[in-house]
């Protein structure tokens, strides 16, 4: 199945794979594979349908909900801020941001088909991706001037952009060397470079909360499957191997697990497994599917102050 792309801006129809068989879901015993990661895992927002339109919904990793969050026109692409704080999304072509309650909608860009966005780890930048004239390019937007400035101009299609957490890189696909694979620039647009070679189509990278690693998706003859790379390129280890199709991941801000999409014969759901795989929980969603998942990291509480034990038989001088 080389060359069959399934985007974040898009879901084309997976040619060549059939007989999805269905499996079930059960605890997630694995041992994580990040670790001293500093924020906690918050609710999960993904993308499904509601009254005909597309609109984002909140559940919890552990299956229960979920609960509507947008409404009016179609909403995709959900990221959260990296405090947790609010949503970028792409609404009306453009990208927009919200508080963490869909309160406060501004728009961000004038674009007509604005999509991908993906915070800076200070939350100052979004990067997107802008198609114009055919072709895609990673553009980065100032979330409190609105200006627009462009990363990348190949004449081939750059898409997906994921910036690191140590604020350094940013990760995209791109078909410059004509197939979809990965990539990775700094975060001003310089030293791009390709981190994937294969016959197969790679999409949707996603960083390790510490950036030691980038998981994606591959599709290939044998199916859509999950896996990681090293940031600095290398061989890749796979998660899954289902006969359904899994794609768009999206890891824990704590690092121990990654959501992701699994698709069985046509209806996609989301579901939470370890980092390094093993077996999944579905997390809850309303009928007919769900995809766009993106995983809210939370302050921990700040320690209390130390008490002070006062010595009632110390005498006074």
Request: proline residues 8%; glycine residues 12%.
């Amino acid at each position: 199945m080389s060359g069959v792309r399934i985007g974040r801006g898009r879901r084309l129809a997976l040619l060549g794979i059939c007989s999805l068989a269905l499996i079930g879901f059960g605890a997630d015993g694995a041992s994580p594979e990040v670790t001293g990661a500093r924020k906690l895992n918050g609710q999960i927002a993904f993308v499904a349908s509601q009254g005909g339109k597309r609109q984002i919904f909140l559940a919890d990793a552990s299956g229960s909900g979920p609960t509507l969050l947008t409404s009016g026109e179609s909403h995709r692409d959900p990221s959260w801020s990296a405090d947790g704080a609010r949503l970028a999304f792409s609404l009306g072509g453009a990208i927009q941001v919200s508080n963490a309650d869909a309160s406060g909608v501004l728009r961000l860009t004038r674009g007509r088909f604005d999509s991908d966005p993906s915070w800076s780890p200070d939350d100052s930048r979004i990067a997107f991706t802008r198609t114009t004239a055919g072709n895609q390019d990673i553009y980065l937007v100032d979330v409190a001037a609105s200006r627009v400035a462009r990363l990348t101009r190949a004449p081939a299609r750059d898409q997906e952009a994921a910036w690191s957490p140590d604020a350094t890189r940013i990760a995209f696909t791109s078909r410059r060397d004509g197939n979809w694979e990965l990539y990775v620039m700094n975060a001003d647009g310089s030293d791009q470079r390709r981190l994937t070679r294969t016959a197969a189509a790679e999409g949707v990278p996603t960083w390790s909360p510490d950036s030691r690693r980038i998981a994606f998706y591959r599709a290939s003859k044998a199916g859509v499957d999950l896996y990681t790379i090293a940031a600095g390129g290398g061989g890749a280890t796979r998660l899954t191997s289902d006969p359904a199709n899994d794609y768009d991941p999206a890891w824990s801000p704590d690092g121990s697990s990654i959501a992701f999409v699994r698709d069985r014969g046509g209806t996609p759901r989301i579901y939470v497994m370890s980092a390094r795989g093993g077996p999944t929980i579905r997390v809850a969603g309303p009928p007919g599917g769900s995809d766009y998942p993106s995983w809210q990291p939370l302050e921990p509480s700040p320690p209390p102050p130390p008490s002070r034990k006062l010595d009632a038989e110390r005498p006074s001088r």
